[in-house]
């Protein structure tokens, strides 16, 4: 089903994307990225957080997604420090590559075009989130139940 957007009067869909910039060739940018993943793309991702969390915000294209991507942040910074890694290799590359994929002003559909510029930026989130939804749903499930243990030890019924 084809996400709309109504931006300035005039209603864009990701389909209308789709025709730029294929299904195929945002899962081989994904698959290439998680190809070449290591440590120090890892890092370049966190320490990118906030540029890309301001064009998540500030473009209607990607601001839908915004919870979505503080998630994904959140994942990689957990898998970094240690805390959590039951989360497969390759997913760990997709959600890299696409969160980096956003910072690139020069991708198939260059940023400064109005209004399309950032279509193919949100084709590759999207279909990175739905690639790594079960692995999401593990790691926020693992994050409530650590929340529940909190929550139990610090009630006062010690």
Partial sequence: ????????????????AMLFFSKKRAKHVLDEGAAELDDATLQKTLSNRQGILKRVTDNASLAPY????????????DYVKGEYREVPWWSLGSISTALLYILMPMDALPDYIPVAGFLDDAVVLKLCLDMVAKDLTKYIAFKQAGQALNDTSTDGSE
């Fill in 66 to 77: 915004i919870s979505q991507v503080k998630i994904l942040f959140n994942l990689v910074q």
């Fill in 1 to 16: 089903m084809p996400i709309s957007r109504n931006i300035s009067g005039t209603t864009l869909n990701l389909s209308v």
